[in-house]
């Protein structure tokens, strides 16, 4: 049984296949299964839905006007679901954003106080209570930014308060990038002509996300280059790539099976959705003994092995497609320390 520390009246369990179930019961009344997926936005929604006492067949879909007081930060937030500024967003950036002001809003009933009345301190406040884990609480900054920002565009209000809170210092280095023994160790497990090398090699000598690695083709393969637009932000700010697939690569595609459509086929042919990827390659890992390893470490040590090379930061965003080095700084930081560590020394032997 297990019961969550932050919603009330919420208990759960699994069945016999390792699904998780979550009940609502308030008590004196039965028990409701939430059949939404946990965490999600429509979960929040469903939730609150409850704790009014709004019957099933009237819970409120995402986005959907429901009873609010009016003027109130969830009121704010449904203007905001119905604006181009949210539609413009990807599928799934809108149902994180969502997910983060339900959360935000069923904080001790949040959303049903006036939204002109939060300020800078309110939001200081609920982030310090959220640090523990940091970047969650700057996820929340970071969107009540966004929400106040359509605020202020569309006159609901004359000011953002959340434009100038403070992030919180991360405690985390994001994602492990892959040693250079990690790899070697990874290349043992899966030979060239399997699919999970097909992978390494992919992620490895391109840098990109795994939105785009799952999506790469023949289709894309022009004159010994592969030229394609960046999933990530590609409907606002499209970033179009055009890298070359150096003989490294071309000798292990040539090498291995691939899809009618993509070069990354599942088991069945089909090219891998974006999330069945992630969960394919933490088992490669896993069977190569690398636990802690992930597909977007493969990234950061691309970038990394570029910096080693002596690459600059902006031949790197060229292979990356980062808009800005901030991000691409972090990633190669360790690998610049180490090239600028071995030029200095150089110098001091005479050495060239």
């Not at 049984?1 to 016999?16: A, T, V």
């Not at 006007?65 to 937030?77: E, F």
């Not at 790899?183 to 939105?211: D, F």
Request: charged share 25%.
């Amino acid at each position: 049984m297990m019961k969550s520390r932050e919603l009330k009246y919420i208990s759960g369990d699994f069945d016999r296949h390792g699904n998780r179930r979550v009940y609502f019961r308030k008590p004196g009344q039965p028990k409701v299964r939430i059949r939404e997926k946990y965490g999600s936005a429509e979960f929040y929604i469903r939730y609150r839905d409850l704790l009014s006492g709004v019957p099933e067949k009237e819970s409120a879909k995402p986005g959907r006007a429901t009873k609010m007081t009016p003027a109130s930060i969830r009121w704010l937030c449904a203007q905001y679901y119905q604006s181009a500024m949210f539609a413009e967003l990807n599928p799934k950036t809108q149902k994180t954003r969502r997910a983060i002001l339900e959360r935000f809003c069923l904080h001790k009933n949040g959303g049903d106080k006036p939204f002109k009345l939060l300020g800078a301190v309110n939001i200081r406040k609920r982030r310090d209570e959220m640090r523990e884990t940091p970047e969650a609480a700057n996820s929340m900054v970071k969107v009540l930014r966004q929400l106040y920002r359509f605020a202020v565009l569309y006159e609901h209000c004359d000011h953002n308060p959340a434009a100038n809170v403070e992030l919180l210092r991360s405690k985390s280095e994001g994602y492990h990038s892959w040693t250079l023994a990690e790899i070697e160790k990874y290349e043992a497990a899966h030979p060239v002509g399997t699919t999970a090398r097909l992978a390494l090699a992919l992620a490895l000598y391109t840098g990109q996300r795994r939105s785009d690695l799952v999506l790469m083709g023949r289709q894309h393969v022009q004159d010994g280059w592969l030229c394609f637009t960046q999933q990530k932000g590609k409907d606002r700010h499209p970033v179009r790539l055009e890298l070359p697939i150096i003989p490294a690569l071309q000798a292990i595609l040539d090498a291995s099976p691939k899809g009618d459509l993509t070069f990354l086929a599942n088991a069945n042919g089909q090219p891998f959705t974006n999330n069945g990827f992630g969960n394919r390659v933490r088992k490669w890992c896993d069977t190569a003994g690398l636990p802690h390893c992930s597909i977007h470490g493969l990234r950061k040590a691309a970038a990394a092995r570029l910096a080693e090379l002596g690459c600059t930061e902006f031949e790197i965003m060229a292979i990356t497609g980062h808009q800005t080095s901030k991000e691409v700084t972090r990633y190669t930081r360790s690998a610049s320390q180490k090239v600028r560590a071995a030029a200095a020394l150089q110098k001091i032997t005479g050495q060239t």
